[in-house]
């Protein structure tokens, strides 16, 4: 257990529909990163935030957006959501953007 | 050219054999060279951080990395059943840019 945790577990959408994904960081940690992961593949960096402010985002497009709040829990949003955007979403936190990061068990997003 | 490649796999070892986990980074800024471990259905865990050339054991599972060649390794020594899962290689640069960059992934089954 990495004491990250992420709500909800599973999650069914249609597409066009917008979807809120949360994240609790591990105790005294400050950064948190997300990930999506198809299946087969390897988790491909969403962005990160850190104290609460945008810290690097990968190529996904501007209807993924996130935000980080003072206790350095997070939101991802993905609003007009698309058949591809099914995966698993990965949450993880760490002491800072220099340390290892920790997963939280995920969210599987199924759009239909 | 992916930033992380992994041999392709799958791998299937014997119980009691060594698993040997290979991963190139095209990326000669990356610094730090992560192994995770994955079961099905779960989000990965990490199993070894590497950040200076040479090795690094931890009780059954020793990291390799080669800077010069832009090669990581992992061995796992004594598989046991409990090992299959899929491995991922991970690589991040810490110079303003944190993102994990993953490879595919190296599916291992050890056989009982």
């Known amino acids: 257990e990495t004491g990250v945790t992420q709500s909800p577990t599973h999650l069914i959408k249609t597409r066009g529909q917008q979807v809120t994904l949360r994240c609790s960081s591990q105790?005294?940690?400050?950064?948190v990163s997300w990930y999506q992961q198809a299946l087969g593949q390897g988790p491909q960096f969403i962005f990160q935030?850190?104290?609460?402010?945008?810290?690097g985002r990968g190529n996904f497009p501007p209807r993924f957006s996130g935000l980080q709040f003072p206790n350095y829990s997070s939101e991802l949003n993905v609003n007009a959501l698309e058949l591809d955007d099914s995966a698993l979403y990965l949450c993880?936190?760490?002491?800072?953007?220099?340390?290892?990061?920790?997963f939280g068990p995920g969210t599987r997003l199924t759009v239909l | 050219q992916k930033e992380v490649e992994q041999n392709s796999g799958p791998l299937s070892v014997p119980e009691g054999a060594i698993a040997s986990l290979n991963c190139t980074y095209s990326?000669?800024?990356?610094?730090?060279f992560f192994w995770y471990r994955q079961y099905s259905g779960k989000s990965p865990e990490l199993i070894m951080s590497?950040?200076?050339?040479g090795d690094k054991e931890d009780g059954r599972f020793t990291a390799q990395l080669n800077k010069a060649s832009q090669y990581v390794s992992l061995l796992i020594r004594d598989s046991q059943p409990s090992d299959s899962a899929t491995y991922l290689c991970?690589?991040?640069?810490?110079?303003?840019?944190?993102?994990?960059?993953f490879g595919a992934g190296t599916t291992v089954t050890v056989r009982a």
């Open positions: 990326d000669r800024v990356s610094q730090s």
């Open positions: 590497i950040y200076s050339n």
């Open positions: 105790s005294g940690h400050n950064t």
């Open positions: 993880a936190s760490s002491l800072d953007q220099y340390n290892e990061q920790f």
């Open positions: 935030y850190y104290r609460e402010e945008e810290n």
């Open positions: 991970a690589a991040t640069r810490r110079d303003g840019d944190y993102k994990l960059s």
